[in-house]
């Protein structure tokens, strides 16, 4: 995951940002799908967490730059595969330990790590470092990358947890927020799941969320806000019905998630972490097993398990 996040931390770095990207034989083209690596606050290298694209969100053709909404991905003939960091400032490390072909969607989905936050100074920072990268992917053009990331800022706060400077262990049954934000979080993550065909308005929508938490918070003034705001009516009744996840497009409604260690899914195929550094990416199709290949006709998603040994993003 990124950078471990140091409680308190006054300079703190957003999630990052990543496109998975196919080729195939059929166009030029690659077609791409955005995830974000969440926060962590383990401080032992890295917190690996396991994140599952559809097929559906691979819909970001381009080439050299340039985009063309009018074509599709042919997954019966995909030859190569890319990982991308984009318009995201600073040094980082992420070792990608699989990528795994599935033929369902995990469920429960998987959970993003917990981090403890102990002022809402501190929650002020990471939403103006999230904005500040969000943002500038928005305005490159990179709207699904900008969706992405705020996503999983939102996911994180949801399971946030209070922590006293100099307390040792986290209390997982005192969340950081009240029922009124988090409320605000889930209507925000839902609203935003059913724009999901339209990245523009699903990218203001979590773009509004945040702005709301911080009039919560008194950092901005609710009168000088516009476009869509949470329903204050609506928190109470959406506070526990979303849980913190780091899918692409899943929010999960009172369900639990399921710990990183199980397979959830039967996988078709898997390239592995050993597989991905023998190739060195010099030539992507050959790092694409027959096996992987074939099965990317007939599975529903993609499951990342990856591990961020360090970030450091100056923004």
């Known amino acids: 995951t990124t950078k471990t996040h140091s409680v308190g931390d006054s300079s703190p770095t957003p999630p990052l940002g990543l496109h998975l990207q196919f080729h195939d034989t059929v166009s030029w ?50 030859d190569g595969m890319d990982i991308y960091v984009l318009f995201q400032e600073g040094p980082f490390e992420i070792r990608v330990k699989e990528i795994t072909a599935v033929e369902e969607v995990p469920s429960p989905p998987f959970p993003t790590p917990v981090i403890s936050l102990t002022a809402a100074a501190e929650v002020k920072a990471l939403i103006d470092a999230t904005t500040r990268s969000g943002g500038k992917l928005y305005n490159y053009g990179y709207r699904e990358l900008c969706v992405a990331v705020y996503k999983s800022m939102l996911n994180t706060f949801l399971v946030a947890n209070s922590k006293d400077d100099g307390e040792e262990d986290y209390d997982a049954s005192a969340p950081f927020f009240s029922d009124t934000v988090r409320g605000m979080i889930c209507q925000g993550l839902t609203r935003a799941e059913a724009q999901s065909d339209n990245k523009v308005d699903a990218a203001w929508t979590l773009r509004h969320t945040l702005d709301s938490i911080l009039e919560t918070y008194g950092y901005l003034d609710p009168s000088m806000g516009s476009g869509w705001r949470p329903d204050e009516s609506l928190n109470e009744s959406f506070a526990n019905r979303c849980s913190g996840v780091t899918s692409a497009e899943a929010t999960m409604f009172n369900k639990p998630v399921v710990p990183i260690s199980p397979v959830l899914a039967t996988p078709a195929t898997t390239i592995s972490e050993e597989e991905l550094a023998s190739s060195q990416m010099e030539s992507p199709s050959d790092v694409l097993s027959s096996s992987f290949k074939s099965s990317l006709s007939r599975i529903t998603c993609i499951v990342i398990f990856a591990t961020s040994v360090l970030f450091s993003i100056g923004l």
Do not use: K
């Open 29 to 78: 083209y690659g077609y791409a799908s955005a995830f974000a690596i969440p926060l962590s606050q383990t401080n032992n290298g890295g917190e690996s967490i396991r994140v599952f694209l559809p097929l559906s969100s691979f819909d970001r053709a381009s080439q050299m730059g340039y985009t063309n909404d009018n074509y599709q991905i042919d997954f019966s003939s995909v």
